[in-house]
């Protein structure tokens, strides 16, 4: 009996009431032909009905692939977990999840990328939950928000728990009824293979979920060759797991593209290729957030200016001295900007993305540059919330996973929000004062807990436009200026909280602000021929 059905076919399989997790990393993996066809259905007919979705990493985006925003209908979504969810420019209209969300009219959670895969993991072993100290004094935390996004999501999913004289999270497992992943290929038995997928994300641990505790796999596919044509070792999720495919011929690869072979490790790309970063203030920061790095480095980067340093060490001869590590799963290579984020070219491997964040959450890997909305007098750092514009930030995706135990962190961003800046004489000149301070008393939403940080030693670096900081026992020091700023008006002044200053106030090399390589060298300490520190 053929196991190929029609999306309309496969949304009649939702029930009212089920649980139904869905593999995807925005546009990325996203199975969104049967996403659209379960909207379509409920659109018509009613039904389903108050469904629970579990999605790991966001399921679709603003830009093209609607993901999860086929569900966003009253009546149709009770409750979400996610991730991430989908994010833009203010400017743009909201998703419709996001006014589901504002509007109390889903029960919304972020709980982070990592914990809701291993949450499947558990699931799929019929053990209880999750036990992490993963999310401890974070937004994850019940005496903070307890992943909830707002008022509606008022059911407990996690607990503090005190297990052999520690303190751990306790996320209890979530047994999804229905799994929808996507591949490229799947042969008429149900086995898939992911050839010109950008990620392998969490498929399998999603289908292990469902099919151990008795419920469904449907997997959409571009493509269904005959049995016995696919290669064993391609094979990552096998038939015995799938019951249903559907075939989808002109799902996109990711976000606004149809197929590029560099993406899936089919080819690989000269590096003369790859475009250099515009010379303007961001680069100027992601400049300095490179000489944080040494020869030898695994490092994970996450979206923002820091996703413009693998294009810094391109430029300046350095490729190659590091390796990259993405949570979606890529490993080495060159990863990609703009919409095609959460991908790389050249790639020398790509992990399923539950394993790599296995890397991330116990500390395996060497350094990770991210981004930051807010910093407070403790260090914490914000990314996942923004209530005068919530759209604008996708939550927290792995970014808590990804800093629990990281052995050196390196933040970077703006040091105040609207400010009108501009590079001058070898330096920084700021033509109009932004009107938001970034540096505050007390974060909206404690992504990453300095507090924690300074307990467990992690090395914490904030670099800004203005300065650098260090998270220090005492809370956060400037340790360098850049040219053209002044120390008291420019900084000082512009911080809600006191900030240290450093004995030994550096200043940033003129170097970064010229339009032409600046000689970095990763040899044994970042440097630029020896001039910095």
Known sequence: MSKVVSATQAASLIKDGMTVSVSSS????????????????????????????????????????????????????????????????????????????????????????????????EAAAKRPGVLTKVGLDTFADPRHQGCAMNDAANEPI???????????????????????????????????????????????????????????????????????????????????????????????????????????????????????????????????VAMELRDGMAVNIGFGISANVPRILLEEGQHGKVTWVIEQGAVGGVPLLDFKFGCASNAEAIM??????????????????????????????????????????????????????AKKIVFSGFFNAGAKLSLAEGGIRIDQEGKVKKVVNEVEHISFSGKRAVAQGQDITYVTERCVMKLTPDGLMVTELAPGIDLERDVLAQSEIPLGVANDLKVTPAALYQDRPIGLSLNGGASLGGAHG
């Open 158 to 288: 996690v607990s503090v728990q005190q297990f052999d004289g520690e303190e751990w999270l306790y996320f209890r497992s979530i047994v999804p009824q229905v799994s929808i992943i996507r591949a490229t290929t799947s042969d008429e038995r149900g086995n898939l293979t992911y050839e010109h997928e950008g990620a392998y994300l969490g498929g399998l641990e999603q289908a292990l979920a469902a099919r151990n505790n008795g419920g469904i796999v449907i997997a959409q596919v571009k493509r269904v060759v005959e049995n016995g044509t696919l290669k064993p070792h391609d094979v990552r999720v096998p038939g015995v797991l799938v019951d249903h495919i559907v075939v989808a011929p002109d799902q996109l690869q990711t976000t606004l593209t149809p197929y590029d072979p560099a993406i899936s490790g089919e080819i690989f790309r000269p590096l003369s290729t790859f475009r250099n970063a515009e010379m303007n203030v961001q680069k100027v920061i992601a400049r300095r």
């Open 352 to 405: 399923p993305s539950p394993h790599q964040f296995i890397y991330f959450q116990a500390g395996g890997f060497d350094a990770s540059l991210l981004s930051f909305l807010q910093i407070d007098r403790h260090g914490s750092v914000n990314v996942s919330k923004l209530s005068a514009r919530p759209h604008v930030t996708a939550g927290a995706g792995g970014f808590v996973d990804i800093t629990s135990r």
């Open 26 to 121: 925005s546009g990325l993996g996203c199975p969104d032909a049967v996403l659209a066809a379960i909207g379509e259905r409920f659109d018509s007919e009613g039904h389903p009905k108050n469904i629970t979705t579990l999605h790991p990493i966001a399921a679709g985006d603003m830009y093209g692939i609607k993901g999860i925003d086929h569900l966003a209908k009253p009546g149709l979504l009770k409750r979400t977990l996610c991730g991430s969810y989908p994010s833009g420019p203010s400017s743009s209209e909201p998703p419709q999840i996001w006014k589901m969300i504002g509007d109390n009219s889903v029960a919304a959670y972020n709980v982070p990328s990592g914990i809701l895969f291993d949450m499947h993991r």
